[in-house]
């Protein structure tokens, strides 16, 4: 079976599942023809979870077996590390083997940590910015710190669950099939005749002068939803779309934003509107035929995107939510990035990870994307744990409307693990055992590699060492 080549210990899924149906080790255990003590081990992790009791508590209880993988596992022990790297935690720093049985055993309390190390970093990045005004807000301060950042809170969401949103993504896909959406020259004209005929909404642009308009705008009383002029026709189909999932698709929306546990009002409508665009992309790029498009064409950015009439980064945002259990599609990371470093977008449903806190890499190919805009970068890459991954950046931009704007530039990021290049046709050429290897990290502050050249800070964890009669590329070495 797929993914079952190492074992699996997933004590916690186990037990989940069991206490969401109300059942008692002995009750639970009789269902699937097993002994009590057989499943006391498995949810205690004495025991791996065989392919023979996933199929089992599959069958039995109708569910996806995929849920008990190990990704999401890895993904948390990486934040850990990355967390504990923190100098407040100097000389208490767990092994990776105690982050693992920590995870394993108690996934709930490893995201409970993650939380509570978030809310002392805002906190400390609030009270050195009120230092600096000197102002004393010390109620407000402890207020706000309590709370995730409600985007933070938001990405980490849909980090966790792979960027794949299931229901959605296959109501989308029945409504591009009702519509006979895809590949649509007219699709902006194809969706204002939906809204027009199903939601008695009319869809107008713009005037022409009024060059700082929303990018869409609803009159929920005269119920006209205003396209601005400036967006290209992949990006009014997009907006049409997210609008058409705010009224067909608002329960299931809803329901996955309670689902969620978010904890603020402003988290639970970040996510609603993330949901939204997430309908939109699917509904634009239907599952099974763009995977299987994207598949024939070997993953080739420029002509996925010429086929479909979808932007470089609609395109890119897609393949990284291609997870539908049984059907998937090779795991990429996304990202979008602007011209200060800051990441606007990241999705992974890799193993890559993507800082929490601070800047990336400085060897990540994604920053010379903003050098060489009008070309696909290849580049293969190795994180700190040994894997590789064949990392593609591009650059893209938001032109100027007006003289004397400025052009917004961005650069976009995508990869998967070595193992799938031979899928993309950007590892066509590409010797993939004598290829350079890029020395990647999260970001310096928790990078391993003391001899890196590029390292803007000192990692957190380690002892610098400063020699006056020595200067090297870095004004400092790394005690190991």
Request: aromatic share 8%; proline share 5%.
């Amino acid at each position: 079976m797929a993914g079952m080549s190492k074992k699996v210990f997933a004590g916690h899924a186990v037990r989940n599942v069991r206490e969401r149906l109300g059942l008692t080790q002995i009750d639970f255990a009789r269902r699937l023809s097993l002994s009590p003590s057989y499943i006391n081990q498995i949810e205690s992790n004495q025991r791996p979870v065989t392919a023979a009791v996933l199929l089992a508590i599959s069958r039995t209880f109708d569910l996806d077996i995929t849920r008990f993988g190990a990704d999401d596992l890895d993904r948390i022990v990486a934040d850990l590390r990355e967390a504990l790297a923190d100098p407040v935690f100097r000389g208490l720093e767990p092994s990776l083997q105690d982050l693992k049985n920590a995870t394993t055993h108690a996934p709930a309390f490893a995201h409970a940590f993650l939380r509570l190390h978030g809310a002392l970093r805002r906190l400390d990045e609030r009270r050195a910015a009120l230092d600096d005004a000197v102002v004393s807000v010390a109620r407000e301060v402890d207020g706000e710190a309590r709370n995730p950042a409600p985007y933070e809170e938001v990405r980490d969401h849909f980090h966790y669950i792979d960027n794949y949103v299931d229901g959605l993504d296959r109501a989308a896909e029945e409504r591009n099939a009702a519509l006979d959406l895809f590949a649509r020259d007219d699709a902006v004209a194809v969706l204002a005749q939906h809204l027009r005929q199903r939601h008695d909404i009319v869809v107008d642009m713009a005037p022409a002068d009024a060059l700082d308009a929303p990018l869409i705008a609803y009159d929920r009383h005269r119920r006209v939803a205003t396209l601005s002029r400036t967006l290209d026709r992949a990006s009014q189909a997009f907006r049409l779309a997210a609008l058409i999932a705010r009224f067909e698709q608002s329960e299931l929306i809803d329901q996955h934003v309670v689902d969620a546990g978010f904890r603020s009002a402003t988290a639970r409508e970040v996510c609603r509107l993330s949901l939204q665009n997430y309908y939109a992309g699917a509904l634009m790029l239907p599952y099974r035929r763009f995977a299987r498009l994207a598949r024939e064409k070997r993953h080739d950015l420029d002509i996925l995107a010429a086929i479909t009439g979808a932007s470089l980064e609609q395109v890119c945002h897609r393949l990284s939510s291609l997870q539908r259990p049984g059907e998937k599609g090779v795991p990429f990371y996304f990202l979008k990035v602007d011209r200060a470093g800051n990441v606007i977008k990241r999705h992974s449903a890799t193993r890559f990870q993507f800082a929490r806190y601070g800047g990336a890499c400085p060897v990540w190919n994604v920053h010379e994307a903003f050098e060489q805009p009008s070309r696909t970068l290849v580049q293969v890459g190795e994180m700190p744990d040994g894997v590789r991954y064949l990392c593609l950046a591009r650059g893209t931009s938001k032109p100027a409307t007006r003289y004397g704007a400025r052009e917004r530039r961005f650069a976009l990021g995508i990869g998967c693990e070595l193992s799938y290049a031979g899928e993309l046709v950007y590892a066509d050429g590409l010797d993939l055992k004598s290829a350079a290897v890029a020395p990647l990290g999260v970001n310096c502050r928790i990078c391993p590699r003391a001899s890196c050249p590029e390292r803007a800070f000192p990692p957190l964890d380690r002892e610098i060492v400063l020699d006056p009669d020595r200067r090297g590329v870095v004004p400092f070495s790394v005690r190991d």
